[in-house]
């Protein structure tokens, strides 16, 4: 169990909290002592696992289903797991889903599906609990991706909706910062999670790792240390400012080693490029 129970009393929801980040997430905030209602879209397992293994080191969680391409459901978890918290302090928009496929054959309902989980849901589920998030002087942490900063192909639907969620969590803080709510992001690197077998097949997290510049992957526990931090009050003077926890992705120049040739003994290869020092 973790000592500094920085979160102890607090009282969070985590949308997406049964798979992947997700679950780090919910694992990482009850560690810190806050009960936790763990929000999922479709299938329970993943939800309900995480609650036992709350429940089991004696915390307190519970799970609950909302498809959030229905805006009456994402006001229907509003509702209920604040009943269930007895009041809200943080709200975690982890929940999305994401897309690969060429421009010209996206469609307009590809499109709307995304934007819909990955960025309206989320809207109006801080809409839906401010009253709650105003009166506790609470918290919200909006989980983006890498991919709001830097391209890759057959990504454009998905980018764009976590670009959106850059540039709504910066002008919402602003709004909301003086009414005592805090609103910031995080924008995960490469975290592997169950899902990416699902996209891509077999993969292997040590080559991964070999192409980034900390040498290794993230996992779904970066990501929650990182939102306890944002949501506690360590970070009460970060206001509209989006964490990168990327292991050094989106700090690297690709094309660095077309200037330069690596200093002998100082670091290490990855890909084509060099981090020194490493």
Known sequence: MNQSQRLQGKRVIVTGGGTGIGQGIAREFSLEGAAVAVHYAHSSQGAEEVVRTIQAAGGRAAAFAADFNDLPAVERLSREATAFLGGLDILV??????????????????????????????????????????????????????????GMPEHSIYAGTKGAIVAYTRALAIELA???????????????????????????????????????????????????????????????????????TTSWMPFGDQFRQPIADSGVQFGKGYVPGV
């Open 93 to 150: 928009n982890n929940s999305g889903i994401t897309l690969n496929v060429p421009f010209d054959r996206a469609t307009p309902e590809q499109f709307d599906t995304l934007y819909n989980v990955n960025v309206r849901a989320a809207y109006f589920l801080i809409q839906h609990t401010l009253a709650e998030l105003v009166k506790n002087k609470g918290a919200v942490i909006n989980i983006t991706s890498i991919h709001a900063f830097e």
């Open 178 to 248: 003086p009414r005592g709510v805090r609103v910031n992001a995080i924008a995960p690197g490469c975290v592997p999670v169950a899902n990416y077998e699902k996209a891509i097949g077999k993969y292997d997290t040590e080559a991964m790792g070999r192409g980034i510049p900390s040498g290794f992957v993230g996992t779904a526990e970066d990501i929650g240390k990182a939102a306890v931090f944002l949501a506690s009050e360590d970070a009460r003077f970060i206001i509209g400012q989006t964490l990168v926890v990327d292991g050094g």
